[in-house]
């Protein structure tokens, strides 16, 4: 029998166990606040952060909501990140990328206040968590391990491949998987593009996560008996549906579920894992930043 995982249960627990510190801040006079900045040419964007705004408000976190248009010069956005760095109310900024072609996305990050990048994607955390010291573990990533410990899998000397080598999630996802520690200790190999055989590693794993943004990449052919894949994929793919596509995730679920001891669904799987360990991040920004001490999931 294959399990498959339940991202959006999981994802729930941990939501009602940091209801908890979110209330035991605003006892002591703290009120949780992320920021959310738009200025993005995606269309999906604008999706992203009313949910990412809506999954606060369902449990007692304030937001800001920042919006510029799009052809706002760099220098707009750079003043608005500096104005949410120094106010004092906000404990989180969160800039939905992509951000347009005539602003450099690096340059915007590192204009965040590290005590702020709930994303974890500033310089100094991401340094931080390659020295196995995370100050806020990047949402996508640790919403991974989260799935994995929540699933009894222990990553304990395992044989982990990851597909995908992107800033947000395959080389932080190898961090957290190769640290000391629970939910590490992981051998990790990190595939991409040229990547030479890749069926030779995913088949070599006890652990497959894809995030390749390649519409069913992985599939049965490719995954030994009892392996657990992960899919971080979310992909548009055409199809005859009211909306007119539909979304698959990077592996091919039906042959995979054939080998697999346990497999995530998209979608259901990471999705809501990484929007719950976002309201983590902003919830431990907060105490950081209070000296309110909480108990985070
Ligand atoms: P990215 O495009 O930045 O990186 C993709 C990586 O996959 C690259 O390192 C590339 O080398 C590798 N790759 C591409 N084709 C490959 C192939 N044929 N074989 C091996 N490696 C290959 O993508 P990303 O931002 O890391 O996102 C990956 C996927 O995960 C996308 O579908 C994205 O939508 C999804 N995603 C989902 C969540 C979530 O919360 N569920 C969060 C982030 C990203």
Not at 64 to 87: C, F, H, I, K
Not at 229 to 258: C, H, R, W
Request: glycine fraction near 10%; charge should be negative; hydrophobic fraction near 40%.
């Amino acid at each position: 029998m294959t399990d498959v995982i339940d991202g959006d249960a999981i994802a729930g627990e941990i939501r009602d166990e940091l209801e908890g510190a979110v209330q035991r801040l605003r006892d002591e006079g703290v009120a949780p606040t992320l920021a959310t900045v738009l200025m993005s040419p995606d269309p999906a964007s604008e999706t992203y952060v009313s949910m990412k705004q809506r999954d606060c408000e369902e449990l007692g976190i304030e937001t800001r909501d920042v919006e510029l248009p799009l052809d706002s010069p760099a220098g707009d956005l750079y003043a608005t990140v500096e104005e949410l760095n120094d106010g004092d109310g906000v404990h989180g900024i969160l800039v939905q990328m992509p951000v347009p072609d005539h602003v450099d996305d690096r340059e915007v990050i590192e204009r965040i206040d590290p005590a702020k990048d709930v994303d974890g994607f500033h310089p100094e955390n991401v340094g931080r968590l390659v020295a196995g010291n995370p100050r806020f573990e990047p949402c996508t990533p640790h919403g991974v391990q989260k799935l994995l410990d929540a699933a009894g899998v222990d990553t304990e000397g395992a044989d982990v491949t990851i597909v995908g080598r992107s800033d947000i999630v395959g080389k932080p996802l190898a961090n957290l998987l190769l640290d000391k520690g629970p939910g590490g200790n992981a051998t990790v190999t990190v595939c991409h593009s040229r990547t030479e055989d890749l069926t030779a590693k995913t088949r070599e794993a006890d652990v497959v996560v894809a995030a390749a943004g390649v519409p069913e990449l992985v599939d049965g052919s490719m995954l030994s008996e009892g392996v657990v894949v992960i899919d971080v994929g979310v992909n548009q793919v055409d199809a005859d549906t009211e909306k007119g596509y539909e979304l698959v995730g990077d592996v091919e679920f039906e042959s995979a579920s054939e080998k697999a001891s346990a497999i995530t669904p998209v979608p259901g799987g990471v999705g809501p894992m990484t929007r719950a360990m976002l309201l983590h991040n902003t919830v431990k920004a907060a105490s950081e930043q209070s000296g309110v001490d909480v108990e985070l999931p």
